[in-house]
């Protein structure tokens, strides 16, 4: 169990955050003016995200260097090797070519060296990582960025390392593992050995939040249940982008760049009882750009020949038709998540009726304010890329989704129809 440093009460949770004010007033998706000021505005804005997606810490050093002292960790048993087998990604484009030779050749750089990982933080080349050296070669300071969880590699040169795929899930980094390396004394053994379970692919952020100088165990939710974390491309439409439908997409990402990455910033929802304030908020004033960064990205097609087209349209009819899919996997985004009566209200499905364990949703915002556990309807997007699928990886195939459907509502598909059906998943 984390130890609560500080216990936070009720009454120090303030009503209305400027987080939620960002939220409602970030309109990104809002229809685009066609004057060239305003696209070339938009454009820097898109950039000035895709930057801070990739690179910002938000500060969080607060949290990964002065509490979870990982700079030390890094220095002292984080070789390379070690880094890619927790998941950790290498972007090739950072590399210089004397490098990229010696990787290709196998000698020159010493892959069970920490000093190689020191030198890879210094080029800015791991993936979601950035690092501080000083002139004599000391990690000074470590820090985390959105793309640690929310990005990988195509494994180009070698397999963890290649050019960067913004907004695909990292399936392989085991968060759960990396926190565990910690030697902070604010971390005690049972929580390390829970965290060690949680595995490749999954995190969960709503164990605890950092507030700037304590961890705070969120007692709900103790034991951890770690989450499926989950692609953040083919989002632009969708609304109340997560698991929960907590809020907005921007909701969200100060809830975790404050909370949980441990960035330096003001997040406060009375819901869940949590309201971090600190200044100067380093996190905020980003919101925007990050915001119309994350929805340019788009879903990668399926690669051709991945699926059978054939199977994958006779599946389409059986997801309108017979199977159902479509009632709650609405329109172009897969959702139905915005079809409520009133559209300010996200549209959920209670555990049971999607047979889902309520466990995490009970957690969640909307869980916690309304007393009911419920899910949103996931939009279905980059199907093949995941290893698992619902929120807590419970179907570990697309063939065990269809069956878990099949099952809940006594669909009686026939073999064949199954596999038309996951055809088509993998066509999306
Ligand atoms: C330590 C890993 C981790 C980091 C770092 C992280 N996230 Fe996430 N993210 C998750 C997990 C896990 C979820 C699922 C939580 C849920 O929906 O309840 C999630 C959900 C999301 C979603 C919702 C996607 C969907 O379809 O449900 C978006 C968008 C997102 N994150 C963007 C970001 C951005 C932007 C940042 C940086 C500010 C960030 N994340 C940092 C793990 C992470
Ligand atoms: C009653 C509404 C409803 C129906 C009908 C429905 N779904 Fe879902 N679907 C959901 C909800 C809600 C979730 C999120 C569950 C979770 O993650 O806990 C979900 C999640 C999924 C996921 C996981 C996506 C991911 O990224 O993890 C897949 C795949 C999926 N559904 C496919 C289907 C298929 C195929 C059918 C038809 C056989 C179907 N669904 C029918 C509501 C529905």
């Known amino acids: 169990m984390i130890r609560p440093a500080r216990l936070i009460g009720a009454a120090s949770v303030v009503l209305v955050t400027t987080a939620l004010a960002v939220c409602g007033l970030t309109a990104a998706d809002s229809p685009q003016s066609t004057t060239t000021t305003v696209q070339r505005a938009s454009v820097v804005r898109v950039d000035d995200g895709k930057t801070i997606f990739r690179f910002e810490t938000f500060g969080d050093e607060q949290l990964w260097t002065d509490v979870l002292r990982m700079h030390e960790v890094i220095a002292t048993s984080v070789d390379p090797i070690t880094a890619l087998t927790v998941g950790l990604k290498v972007d090739v484009d950072a590399l210089p070519a004397s490098i990229i030779d010696a990787l290709r050749s196998g000698t020159g750089v010493d892959l069970t060296s920490p000093e190689t990982t020191i030198q890879l933080l210094k080029l800015n080349a791991v993936v979601g990582v950035k690092g501080t050296v000083s002139d004599t070669g000391q990690l000074t300071s470590v820090g985390i960025t959105c793309a640690l969880c929310h990005s990988t590699v195509d494994n180009s040169l070698m397999a963890g390392i290649g050019h960067r795929l913004d907004g695909w899930a990292n399936a392989d ?12 004394p604010l971390l005690d053994d049972a929580t390390k050995a829970d965290f060690r379970t949680w595995g490749p692919g999954k995190y969960d952020p709503r164990h605890h939040y950092f507030d700037g100088t304590n961890i705070i165990g969120l007692p709900l939710n103790t034991p951890s249940l770690p989450v499926v974390i989950p692609p953040a491309y ?10 929960n439908g907590d809020g907005p997409i921007s909701y969200w990402n100060s809830y975790v760049g404050v909370g949980q990455m441990g960035g330096q910033g003001s997040f406060s929802d009375p819901r869940i009882g949590v309201s971090i304030s600190q200044t100067p908020d380093l996190v905020t004033p980003r919101l925007p750009a990050l915001l119309a960064y994350q929805l340019s990205l788009r879903t990668p097609k399926a690669p051709k020949g991945s699926f059978n087209q054939a ?4 599946g389409e009819g059986i997801f309108h038709g017979q199977a159902g899919c479509a009632t709650c996997h609405k329109g ?3 959702t139905d998540v915005l079809s409520g009566a009133d ?3 996200p549209l959920l499905h209670e555990a049971t009726e999607v047979g889902m364990d309520p466990t995490y949703a009970e957690k969640s915002a909307t869980g916690m304010s309304t007393g009911i556990a419920a899910y949103r309807t996931t939009p279905l997007r980059g199907l093949q890329q995941r290893r698992f699928y619902f929120h807590d990886g419970s179907a570990s195939s697309l063939l065990a989704v269809v069956n878990h459907y099949d099952a809940l509502f006594q669909l009686h598909l026939t073999e064949a129809q199954k596999s038309d059906l996951v055809e088509y998943l993998k066509s999306l």
């Open 173 to 184: 980094l085991d968060v759960g593992k990396i926190v565990a390396l910690s030697t902070s």
């Open 311 to 314: 199977a994958a349209d006779r």
């Open 332 to 334: 172009s985004t897969f």
């Open 343 to 345: 559209p300010s209200v």
């Open 234 to 243: 083919g989002l632009k439409g969708v609304g109340f982008e997560t698991y």
